[in-house]
């Protein structure tokens, strides 16, 4: 039991820097009342670990609950100051979700010296202690009393903190989200239940009334590539005024291609983004109501029109279950231009009577992945250097940060524009189009903060605001689309404007979410 409480204050103490870093710059504390208010905070997270372990201090148990948990902290205190992040739900699925070639940009030398320093000194110190083989009821009364004193003292100084506490975390929510490893745990059991509250079972089908809408005579069948980005800015886009050349091969198409300049985010993980993204639902609905049904791909496919989902990341997060799919390659210096290999034969390789309707490609990209940004550039492609060649990103200068990420930006302006002139070339078959929206942002240091993942409420506009293209802008209704420009979009309307390219009508399309259903001349 000695253990237990030695551990909890270890870890209120040690790993839990960020936290007090981040209290102890608020002006609300800078007094004596501030001072004592810290403290009484971390006796009081220290009380809350006492009462978890306490049920676990066995001869047996005691030690590996303590191991895990000063692991656990120790990881998590690293990823919030090495890069800002706080730890919550949707991070967490991230990590689970996460596959090995990213988990390998994330380790570096000093994620395993802090590892070391905050938990490898204690656990040994804790696996050399002796623990005294004592009578089990006598065990129990002990684990019992020192529970509850510990109950009664984090209550006590909940009582006489109120007024603080309260005050602290309405101003800064995403505080709690820095308690560590307890925010960790929390995440772990929000995931458990969320995934116990969703039905088991195929997902509700969408589109059951879904038709492809006549055409007018002479048109060919639709082709729409989806390219879904990864971590991409908005501002970083010379063509949404960025300063520097950083989409000169998109620029070069002219007035074919339309920048829309205002588009939000549905989240700031691809975890949280993806399947509100292909959902009807919008952001709003997505998070509040039940999600578990079918999306944009199922849909498309029930009005029997060919769909293919091609992954250069880490998947599809389930969205491609019922549809095909394939990934274009498993190493981890492979850029987004492997996508745009072989287009061809995977397009032949489309049933003929389910391309004739129409088909859906989908290329879900590598992009702009941190923090190991100079690997989503190929060597022949920095036109920014000198570039950050580590995943420790306070270790570079910002002006080389910003180059790597600049050139991830510039492979895919290389990697979308190559795809519209492939779907150029496809001009005799079917009626051509590209959307590519990312699927969030990115902090690359600003005041501080670096990588995604902030919760929603609290993220900062980089992580948010995303940049969205379409081809082709010019035509007839090029006047009506250019108006479009500035006008405020999200990711809400993805899945109505999709439905609207590829002609498609069903009792979920609702055409004021269709970004371009104004201009369409049919
Ligand atoms: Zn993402």
Request: proline share 6%; net charge neutral.
């Amino acid at each position: 039991m000695t253990l237990a409480v030695l551990a909890s204050v270890w870890i209120a103490a040690l790993p839990n820097w960020p936290l007090w870093q981040a209290l102890l710059g608020l002006p609300e504390v800078a007094s004596t009342r501030g001072a004592l208010f810290i403290a009484g905070f971390g006796v009081m997270i220290a009380a809350l670990l006492t009462v978890l372990l306490a049920p676990f201090a066995w001869r047996w148990t005691i030690k590996p609950m303590i191991s895990l948990l000063l692991l656990a902290a120790a990881f998590g205190a690293y990823f919030m100051s090495a890069y800002s992040v706080v730890i919550d739900t949707p991070m967490i699925t991230n990590v689970l979700q996460t596959d090995p070639r990213e988990v390998r940009d994330l380790l570096n030398a000093r994620l395993l010296l802090a590892v070391l320093l905050l938990a490898g000194l204690p656990l040994v110190l804790l696996w050399r202690a002796p623990i005294r083989r004592i009578n089990g009821w006598t065990q129990l009364g002990r684990n019992l009393s020192t529970m509850i004193a510990a109950a009664l003292l984090l209550g006590g100084l909940l009582f006489a903190l109120f007024a603080d506490l309260s005050a602290t975390m309405r101003n800064h929510g995403s505080l709690r989200y820095l308690i560590n490893p307890l925010n960790s745990l929390y995440a772990l059991v929000d995931l458990g239940m969320q995934s116990r509250a969703r039905p088991v079972g195929p997902p509700a089908p969408i589109g059951l009334d879904a038709r492809i809408a006549p055409r007018p005579a002479g048109m060919l069948p639709p082709l729409l590539v989806l390219v879904v980005g990864e971590t991409a800015r908005a501002d970083h886009f010379a063509l949404n005024g960025y300063a520097r050349p950083t989409t000169p091969e998109l620029a070069a198409l002219g007035n074919e291609v339309l920048s829309l300049h205002n588009v939000m985010s549905c989240g700031t993980s691809t975890a949280a983004s993806l399947p509100c993204m292909f959902s009807p639902l919008g952001r709003e609905r997505y998070n509040a109501g039940d999600g578990h049904q079918e999306n944009l791909l199922d849909l498309v496919q029930r009005t029997g029109m060919a769909v293919l989902w091609i992954d250069n990341q880490s998947g599809c997060k389930g969205l491609c279950d019922r549809v095909a799919h394939i990934e274009t390659c498993n190493d981890e210096n492979c850029t987004d231009d492997a996508m745009t290999q072989g287009l061809d034969e995977r397009l032949a390789a489309l049933p003929v009577a389910a391309r004739d309707k129409g088909v859906l490609l989908v290329l879900h990209q590598m992009g702009s992945h941190g923090p190991a940004y100079y690997k989503r550039s190929p060597a022949s492609r920095k036109p920014f250097m000198p570039e950050c060649t580590t995943n420790v990103l306070q270790q570079c200068t910002r002006d080389a940060l910003i180059n790597a990420y600049d050139n991830s930006i510039v492979t895919t302006d290389h990697m979308l524009a190559q795809t519209i002139r492939w779907l150029s070339g496809q001009r005799a078959r079917h009626d051509p189009a590209l959307l590519y929206v990312s699927d969030h942002g990115e902090s690359l240091g600003e005041n501080n903060l670096y990588l995604h993942g902030l919760p929603y409420a609290v993220a900062p506009i980089e992580q948010k605001h995303v940049p969205m293209l379409v081809w082709p802008a010019a035509g007839a209704n090029a006047e009506c689309l250019r108006g479009l420009q500035n006008a405020p979009l999200s990711h809400d309307n993805l899945f109505h404007t999709a439905l609207g390219l590829l002609g498609i009508t069903a009792s979920e399309y609702d055409a004021k979410l269709d970004a371009f259903s104004a201009c369409r001349s049919r």
